[in-house]
């Protein structure tokens, strides 16, 4: 499949993001998805012209986009897609050929719970769309999937404003990953916390950790708060307790990828040591996820699948290998922080414990 990029988003194109820049967006026709090719960052911004559900699914594949929220809006714009292409189809070939995209989609990244909640929900809308006929269907299924992405970055933004309130007014938070503006639909979910925090005039410096092996923090985070002029240090990632050890850290900030019923946080791999490390030195670890992040049908973190990337992606670094040939690589991408290491979790309708019942009540009345 020949991918094409353009070097900027369209001029007529208003990106939802809010910000010059988007992980993905719609084209106004609703012909052509753009996704920012995170994997060039920070050395080239260019965005690859997505034309199908297949195609999409092949971009969330290989991280070009990532991020939970982020790959969630992806694969709603790729159901989207999809309803152009069958739209002239009758009502059951309609819904059939959406259930084909939506699980090809959803079976590329298994951890993030976003990807199938949004798929679930595009789903939803196309079999209450079938009986429209053909270009009304595609255009309801596209509309559907904007909505998505703007409420998202709506959730960023209340999230934001709930976690800034927690923090010093003059403060270092710790992130771990990218859980920014690049990995939602905008604004960011930890990061968001951060930039409600500076936007309400406190003082705030980030030390992103590098995030090994794929460097989210220390490609991602630094250039999208380095973008908006925020106090950005990136450590590796073993230098995390040393810094909490010589007080340079007084919160810890993490965005996640699904959170269990009774609090437990599958996020990026890492960060589970890293709020262990906040433990210690006696530092609140705070997470901040939308609801679409909550999956209250697995009771506790040990029901999450943990996605396992390829060994390349830690054994390879550019184009040397850095472990030898026979040596085993374990990869990972993701672990579970258990819910007693969590102090609380911003989401979009305000501060929630990291507990069964609290998180039943509030989701309840979300
Ligand atoms: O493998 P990735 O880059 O998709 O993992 C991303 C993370 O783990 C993020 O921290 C998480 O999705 C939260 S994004 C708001």
């Known amino acids: 499949m020949s991918v094409v990029t353009v070097a900027r988003l369209p001029p007529e194109l208003a990106p939802l993001s809010g910000a010059h820049y988007s992980a993905v967006e719609l084209d106004a026709d609703d012909?052509?998805?753009?996704?920012?090719?995170?994997?060039?960052?920070?050395?080239?911004?260019?965005?690859?012209?997505?034309?199908?559900?297949?195609?999409m699914a092949e971009a969330i594949r290989a991280m070009v986009v990532r991020g939970a929220p982020a790959i969630g809006i992806a694969a709603a714009y790729g159901v989207a897609l999809g309803a152009r292409a069958a739209a002239d189809l009758g009502p059951e070939a309609f819904v059939a050929a959406l259930e084909a995209a939506a699980a090809e989609l959803r079976a590329?990244?298994?951890?993030?719970?976003?990807l199938a909640w949004a798929v679930e929900r595009m789903l939803h809308a196309a079999r209450t769309a079938r009986e429209l006929v053909g270009p009304e269907r595609a255009a309801r299924l596209a509309a559907v999937a904007r909505e998505l992405h703007r409420e998202d970055v709506r959730a960023c933004r209340r999230m934001g404003a709930a976690g800034a309130a927690r923090l010093p007014d003059a403060c270092t938070v710790l992130t771990h990953c990218n859980a920014g503006a690049l990995a939602t639909g905008g604004f960011g979910t930890a990061l968001g916390v951060v930039r409600a925090a500076v936007a309400a005039g406190k003082r705030v410096r980030v030390i992103a950790d590098e995030t090994r092996p794929y460097l989210q923090g220390a490609r991602l985070t630094a250039w999208e708060l380095a973008e908006d002029g925020i106090d950005v240090t990136v450590i590796s990632d073993?230098?995390?307790?040393?810094?909490?050890?010589?007080?340079?850290?007084?919160?810890?900030?993490?965005g996640a990828d699904r959170i269990a019923a009774n609090?437990?946080?599958?996020?990026?791999?890492?960060?589970?040591?890293?709020?262990?490390?906040?433990?210690?030195?006696?530092?609140?670890?705070?997470?901040?996820?939308?609801?679409?992040?909550?999956?209250?049908?697995?009771?506790?973190?040990?029901?999450?699948?943990?996605?396992?990337?390829s060994a390349d992606e830690l054994a390879v670094v550019g184009t040397r290998r850095i472990v030898p040939e026979g040596a085993h690589v374990l990869h990972p991408a993701?672990?579970?922080?258990?819910?007693?290491?969590?102090?609380?979790?911003?989401?979009?309708?305000?501060?929630?414990?990291?507990?069964?019942g609290a998180i039943a009540r509030a989701y309840a009345a979300r």
């Open 31 to 55: 012909r052509r998805a753009f996704v920012l090719d995170q994997r060039l960052l920070p050395a080239e911004v260019a965005y690859q012209v997505v034309e199908s559900a297949s195609a």
């Open 108 to 114: 590329t990244r298994p951890t993030a719970v976003n």
């Open 238 to 254: 073993g230098m995390a307790a040393h810094c909490m050890a010589r007080g340079l850290v007084d919160v810890v900030v993490v």
């Open 263 to 309: 609090g437990d946080v599958a996020n990026k791999i890492g960060t589970y040591g890293v709020a262990c490390l906040a433990r210690v030195h006696e530092l609140p670890f705070y997470v901040a996820a939308p609801w679409s992040t909550f999956d209250l049908a697995t009771p506790d973190g040990s029901a999450i699948v943990i996605e396992e990337r």
């Open 334 to 356: 993701f672990d579970v922080t258990p819910a007693r290491l969590v102090a609380a979790i911003f989401t979009e309708t305000g501060e929630v414990a990291a507990e069964p």
